[in-house]
């Protein structure tokens, strides 16, 4: 386990160089941050002298290598468009996306749970039915589509919720809700199906014919050996987890880090790009991470 | 036990969506506050550095300038409260005295010099720069409350363009530097910011000291949301009072809404389809003048803007001083255009590429593919390259265009001496244009202080471009606004919203 | 064969699928009107309008008057080519990797292996949105950066698969009787991996389709005048309230196309693969 843990922490220094490598390679050599910058009408003296005061003169290993030795030190660089440091202006960003990302996690496991023990335990029943339309839709309707739906359904056929924009907890509920169905469909999937296997297990029999209730029975001997397939959910979709977040914050005109990163991106605004680059990669591995420690406290097999 | 867990969520739903509608219902303290929504966010609150219309109309809520422009389009004093030319090319202004900035400071001619001086400086360009050289050459205080201001030439529009250069506080400046000034600006305008949340919200708080007196409106809200459905949802939902660039189909709409209305105004803002006439085949003015033959400009309009456009032959905007009302259009007429297009060695027409942004203007997507549709009808074959604006600026400004671009001219001096700047003018990057005679022209106008001889000029310019069809010209955009009834407000033509003008209905 | 297509499942998405290939193939000549056909006079007309000439609309038109049927289906094209080209791509680059790390373990295979832990752990929307901004929209551009995104699937599958045929008799005999490598990759532990890679094939051809789909809603796919399905919904955004059909139809097409894809590549696992579960 700790050697697990250790080679998590190993990937950490050795993702970050790839992708700011190749990130800043590709939006380095895509586009002239300056054009953006300038008023339409520069004189191509002042792109010049605007290229030259950026550092965009140079070589551009000269500029990774600039921008790694800062990046070190914890200096980031200042955003080109916002002009403020970079980190400061990802980190701004950040928690309306991951009170975002949090809300449709909880979501989803609220409804994802208690909807695939229910059908597992009720096989071939309607709810069980309702249960894999829930799985096998959730894992096929695009996110934009499905958020757009739902503006259509609850927010302009009957007015419940605002269609987008962030302020009250109601404003948060469509976004959560879109960006937390395709999570919720894998897990319910996932628990009916581990629920089905350990069901019929003999330990579970044995603890129902010792006349243990069967609500304990459930939760205590059935759904322990679920949590190991859910958290590996968790911990493999933490990747599409932005993805969905860049289509959702769109969608909602959600103010976030999803949309703020692909802004600066197409901006070449690099040293937000890297900002938002170095959190997203260190907020994947802390979840990895902590997928693995989950493990380790739940499956006590994984110890040895 | 699971029948409980799952209708839980779905009654926690319920009683959210209740909290919700308490929540916006308004109380008693919002009355004195008006929410503004824009597309996008300021990228910074520093006029050197962001010169985006909607920040700019952002930041002239924040500072003052030496002259403003009413919404009537009159220039009237303003920091400056008398000016003179004691020689053709130099301008003295008395500024006004008992000015603070939001900090308490005074306001004095060192901070009209440091401004001016800084928005115009060679060494490190701001992006205002090409907004201001050529115009103003240096500005020095003369004593504390009298500013001199040298130009390379006579300038006839050097008061209107004094209207678009804010003045900034030049001790909390240098005491700030300038990257925490642009997150914290220190400005004398009617408003002071009280928090940014980016790309959230803007709050500004009335400034009780400013010398015009306290605003009506105590705290303005700007609010950037991208997408003009949930913009117009925000506006219905009575979240937001102002909206911008509602969508001509939407008009109707907001027009039967007992709370809201709808402002109309001409822009300033003429849109054109350019064709790059430096390479085929668009170096064939025959070529040039088919496509304007094939393109139903009043039908366009119509059907894609709902009628709210204008439809223009001139580059200048119709509400801008030198439009020439006179000035008539080519025909539509697909059937010459064919024969043009056969004379110029095109009989078949020909595939070419038109750039243009997407979602920045009006209908921009749209009214694109309109466009290529018409052409397609004399054999033009169009590709579209159509990113996100700043994806499209980036390509259009490094110059990599060879056949025709999409695009607006907007004009913050109401004066067609910027779109002959912008778009003509060979020695201040005019897009691919060259004409020396029209040159000629355009520096005849700039150093003419009379009027009427000036509009005389222009005209005379706007017949040249029009002959020589470097464009597809096309229309006026039509700027619509929602508005809640709750405010009084009138649109301007200039795109900017004066929270200042702004009142309570009651 | 037949037996898979017996299943519900494996009808139902051999169906959507054969459909979809034979929009994308014949739309010339399925769609009712050209796809691209303006009028402006009938711009925004709801499903089975029909105009003065008795042209029939079934889905309505868009913002520009455009038949959006025809929309639809020629919107196939871009959804099946990108979702086959990807798969290809990643399918073969994904496999080729997966089963020579698999097995040679080694110093190269250890490296292979971080590298494929590297990437799962990468935003790689930025990284797609970083390279469209570099190398354009076009097809080859978006099924080169979705089968960057997919490949490390099949090589981790391909990999674990080969480790345990390593150790299966016929696979050890070999061994000792001499046969090359080449061989014994080509004989006998490509055979048994083909089947499992068709299925994870099939399930990714859904995967494929959403991304396209999605990076086409975010303006970055083809670009117009072709139609794509993710560009249509996107363009319907602003009509959301009085045009549902714009965004309605496309999506549904979507979804179809994932759901058929993921019906027969579960119905083809429980086919090629008993013992799984």
């Known amino acids: 386990m700790l050697r697990t843990i250790g080679s998590r922490l190993l990937q950490v220094p050795i993702a970050l160089l790839g992708m700011t490598l190749i990130v800043f390679l590709f939006v380095t050599a895509s586009g002239d941050p300056v054009l953006l910058l300038a008023d339409p009408g520069a004189s191509d003296a002042d792109l010049e002298a605007m290229r030259r005061e950026l550092g965009f003169d140079r070589p551009w290993i000269v500029q990774y290598l600039s921008f790694l030795g800062d990046a070190l030190t914890g200096d980031f660089g200042t955003s080109f468009r916002h002009r403020l440091p970079a980190m400061d202006f990802v980190l701004g960003q950040l928690p309306a996306t991951l009170e975002l990302a949090a809300a449709s996690l909880v979501i989803a496991t609220a409804i994802s749970i208690p909807l695939g023990i229910t059908a597992a335990r009720n096989k071939g029943k309607p709810i069980d039915l309702v249960a894999t339309m829930v799985a096998v839709l959730g894992q096929s309707m695009p996110v934009f589509w499905l958020g757009m739906l739902l503006i259509l359904a609850f927010a302009v056929a009957l007015p419940i919720f605002p269609v987008g924009g962030r302020g009250t907890l109601a404003h948060l509920v469509l976004p959560a809700v879109t960006l937390g169905w395709y999570f919720n469909a894998l897990i319910t999937r996932m628990v009916r199906s581990t629920m089905l296997e350990t069901l019929n297990q003999n330990y579970v029999r044995t603890a129902r014919a010792k006349g243990v209730p069967e609500r304990r029975v459930v939760m205590r001997h059935a759904f322990r050996n679920a949590q190991v397939p859910i958290i590996t959910v968790w911990g493999l979709q933490a990747g599409n987890l932005l993805t969905g977040t860049v289509v959702a914050e769109t969608v909602f005109s959600w103010p976030g880090l999803g949309r703020a990163s692909v802004a600066a991106v197409l901006a070449r605004d690099i040293p937000v790009v890297m900002a938002s680059v170095f959190v997203f990669t260190v907020i994947f591995l802390v979840i990895n991470l902590l997928v693995d420690l989950s493990y380790y406290l739940i499956d006590p097999r994984i110890r040895q | ?506 | 064969m037949v037996s898979l297509l017996k299943t519900a499942k494996g009808a139902i998405g051999a169906t959507v699928l054969a459909i979809a290939v034979l929009a994308a193939l014949f739309a010339d000549v399925l769609a009712p009107l050209d796809p691209t056909l303006q009028n402006l006079l009938a711009r925004l007309r709801p499903p089975m309008w029909r105009d003065d000439a008795g042209q029939l609309y079934v889905l309505g038109t868009d913002a520009l008057g455009r038949d959006l049927l025809s929309r639809v289906i020629h919107g196939a094209r871009v959804s099946i080519m990108v979702a086959i080209g990807a798969v290809l791509v990643s399918g073969v680059i994904g496999t080729t990797i997966g089963l020579f790390a698999g097995y040679y373990r080694g110093m190269a295979s250890a490296i292979v292996m971080r590298f494929m832990d590297i990437q799962l752990s990468i935003p790689m929307i930025l990284f797609a949105i970083a390279w469209i901004a570099f190398f354009g929209a076009g097809l080859l551009s978006i099924i080169i950066v979705i089968s960057a995104w997919g490949w490390v699937q099949y090589a981790r599958l391909a990999r674990s698969i080969v480790l345990s045929l390593k150790e299966r008799e016929f696979v050890q005999a070999s061994v000792v009787l001499g046969a090359r490598d080449g061989r014994i990759i080509l004989g006998h532990i490509l055979p048994n991996l083909i089947s499992s890679m068709i299925v994870m094939a099939t399930l990714q051809l859904g995967e494929a389709v959403l991304l396209e789909s999605a990076l086409s809603f975010l303006g970055m796919g083809v670009g117009p005048p072709t139609a794509t399905w993710g560009s249509i919904v996107s363009d319907g955004r602003s009509y959301i309230d009085t045009a549902w059909w714009i965004v309605v139809f496309p999506g549904a097409a979507i979804t179809l196309l994932v759901l058929g894809a993921n019906f027969l590549g579960d119905a083809l696992r429980d086919h090629l693969d008993p013992h799984h579960n």
């Open chain 2, 1 to 506: 036990m699971t029948m409980h867990t799952i209708r839980l969520p779905r009654a926690a739903l319920l009683s959210l969506g209740l909290a919700v509608s308490m929540a916006t219902a308004p109380a008693a303290w919002a009355q004195s506050t008006v929410t503004i929504a824009q597309g996008v966010d300021p990228d910074v609150l520093d006029p050197g550095h962001d010169t985006l219309i909607t920040s700019v109309s952002t930041m002239l809520n924040i500072y003052d300038t030496l002259v403003q422009r009413t919404g009537e389009g009159d220039l009237v004093p303003s920091l400056a409260t008398e000016w003179r030319f004691p020689e053709p090319t130099v301008m003295e202004l008395d500024l006004r005295q008992g000015v603070t900035f939001h900090d308490g400071s005074p306001f004095t001619a060192a901070d009209v010099v440091f401004s001016l001086n800084r928005y115009v400086r060679e060494e490190n360009p701001l992006s205002i720069r090409p907004q201001i050289a050529g115009i103003i050459d240096s500005a020095e205080a003369i004593d504390d409350h009298t500013v001199r201001i040298n130009m390379p030439t006579p300038q006839a529009t050097i008061v209107a363009n004094l209207a678009r250069y804010p003045i900034l506080s030049a001790s909390a400046f240098e005491e700030m530097g300038e990257d925490a000034y642009g997150q914290a600006p220190v400005g004398t305008g009617p408003y002071a910011l009280a928090q940014w949340d980016r790309n959230e919200q803007i709050v500004l708080e009335s400034y009780d000291e400013h010398w015009r007196g306290a605003a009506d409106v105590d705290r303005v809200v700007i609010r950037p949301i991208p997408e003009d459905f949930i913009r117009f949802a925000a506006l219905q939902a009575g979240e937001v009072d102002i909206i911008g660039n509602i969508a001509p189909e939407r008009v109707p709409e907001v027009e039967a809404d007992p709370d809201l209305r709808v402002e109309a105004v001409r822009s300033v803002r003429n849109m054109f389809v350019g064709m790059n006439p430096n390479v085929p085949p668009f170096d064939d003015i025959r070529v040039r003048r088919a496509m304007n033959h094939a393109v139903n400009v009043p039908a366009l309009v119509e059907a894609i803007l709902g009628g709210h456009g204008y439809p223009n032959a001139s580059p200048c905007s119709g509400a801008i001083f030198g439009y020439d009302p006179s000035i008539e259009p080519y025909a539509y007429d697909p059937e010459q255009a064919r024969e043009l297009l056969a004379e110029a060695g095109y009989p078949d027409g020909f595939t070419v590429t038109m750039w243009g942004p997407n979602g920045r203007y009006l209908k921009d997507r749209e009214m694109q593919e309109a466009i290529a549709g018409q052409l397609s009808a004399i054999g033009v074959r169009v590709e579209h390259h159509m990113p996100e604006w700043s994806e499209f600026i980036q390509h259009f400004l490094s110059g990599d265009i060879e056949g025709m671009y999409f695009i607006g001219t907007g004009n913050p001096i109401l004066d067609c001496e910027a779109t002959m700047g912008y778009r003509f003018d060979s020695r201040r990057g005019g897009d691919f244009y060259n004409r020396p005679e029209l040159d000629a022209l355009i520096d005849q106008q700039i150093q003419e202080l009379d009027p009427e001889r000036r509009e005389e000029i222009f005209a005379e310019i706007q017949a040249m471009i029009l002959e020589d069809a470097p464009w597809i010209f096309l229309y006026d955009q039509e700027d619509l606004y929602g508005v809640n009834n709750r405010i009084e407000w009138s649109a301007r033509s200039d795109e900017m919203i004066w929270a200042y003008d702004i009142q309570l209905a009651d």
